[in-house]
Structures are given as structure tokens and as C-alpha cells.
């Protein structure tokens, strides 16, 4: 019972970061804005692992689809979801599911923290490239509906290219906060 409450409270809390962290946004004339969701997403599957990340990124997903101002820029509901940006709201499911399980693994197998760094940060990337790639067709295909023809790669320099170097920033500070974050709650409770 007390493995389940401490589940459902880092769960919560989770989500509660990645909801605080899309709030911080710098807007792009794209309409994508560059936020700390990326951060937030691998920040808490790197510390919670495979089950608790995803079902912490699930929970403010469906927060956000049920109204509550959890996207970015405090906008929430099914046109959130399911408009030109929801593609990447989705995409951070593979996220988290790609980093958790990598973390998973690393910490079965024992790795020393000073080589957990790098495999984990690189299962990040991997994440955050998948999630690149499903919110990208997304766009791309909202976008086509309207009937403006845009070339792929206007879209990638839309809805890729801006955002690279602020995703590894963010993914380095990931890394550096999830690993000692987890070793501590992990002493305690896991």
C-alpha cells in the first residue's frame, strides 16, 4: 500500500512539473513556442522510470484535453490536442516512454552514476526525435487540410530546426537533475 501511495504522489507531482514547465514559453512566429516540456517530460521519466514517467506525461495530457490550462501558454481542450501543435503534446508519450525505460534498464543493470550520463541523455534524444517526427507529420498534415502548400522543409524549419539547440540544452540539465533526484527518492522509497 505505501509503494502504491508513493507511486500516485510522484505521479502527481510530475505532472505537476510538466505542466509548470509548459507554462514557461518564449513564442515563435512559427506558433510553436520553445517551453521546458521537453524538460520536464525526460526530467520525470529519468527519475520515475518507464510506468510512473508515462503514466505521469499520460495524466497531463488528459488534464489538458479535459480543460484544465496545462499546455503551453495556459491553452487546454481538444483543439489544443488535436490542432497544428498537438502532434508534439502526443509525441511526448514517446518521450517518456523511450527515457523511462532507459532509465529502467541503466539502474537494473547498475550502471555507475558517471556512465549512466550519457546512454541516458542519448535515450533522450532519441525521445525527443521521435517526438519531433510525430508532432512534425501532424503539422504538416493539420497544416495540408487548410490547403496552403508549404515544402517539408519549410515545415522542418518551422517545427525542427528553431528548437535544437534548446532541446539538448534542456536535455543536459535533464539528465544532470534526474539521475541524483532518482538515487535520492529511490534510498526511501522505491
Given at each position: ?37 521537453t524538460f520536464g ?150
Open positions: 500500500m505505501k509503494n502504491k501511495s508513493f507511486d500516485l504522489a510522484y505521479i502527481a507531482i510530475a505532472a505537476a512539473l510538466i505542466s509548470i514547465c509548459s507554462w514557461i514559453t518564449i513564442p515563435l512566429p512559427s506558433g510553436i513556442p520553445v517551453t521546458l516540456q517530460v525526460c526530467t520525470a521519466a529519468g527519475i520515475l522510470g518507464f510506468k510512473r514517467g508515462t503514466a505521469a506525461t499520460a495524466v497531463y495530457i488528459v488534464l489538458g484535453l479535459i480543460g484544465m490550462p496545462v499546455y503551453s501558454a495556459f491553452r487546454s481542450g481538444p483543439a489544443t490536442l488535436f490542432g497544428n501543435t498537438g502532434g508534439y503534446i502526443i509525441g511526448f508519450i514517446f518521450t517518456a516512454m523511450i527515457t523511462g525505460i532507459a532509465s529502467d534498464f541503466l539502474d537494473k543493470e547498475g550502471v555507475k552514476y558517471k556512465k549512466e550520463r550519457f546512454p541516458l541523455f542519448m535515450a533522450m534524444c532519441s525521445g525527443v526525435l521521435i517526438c519531433y517526427a510525430f508532432g512534425t507529420l501532424w503539422f504538416a498534415t493539420v497544416w495540408a487540410k487548410s490547403g496552403d502548400a508549404v515544402a517539408i522543409s519549410t515545415i522542418l524549419g518551422w517545427c525542427v530546426l528553431p528548437y535544437i539547440i534548446p532541446d539538448i540544452i534542456k536535455l543536459i540539465l535533464a539528465v544532470f537533475i534526474s539521475l541524483p533526484v532518482k538515487r535520492f527518492i529511490k534510498k526511501y522509497t522505491f
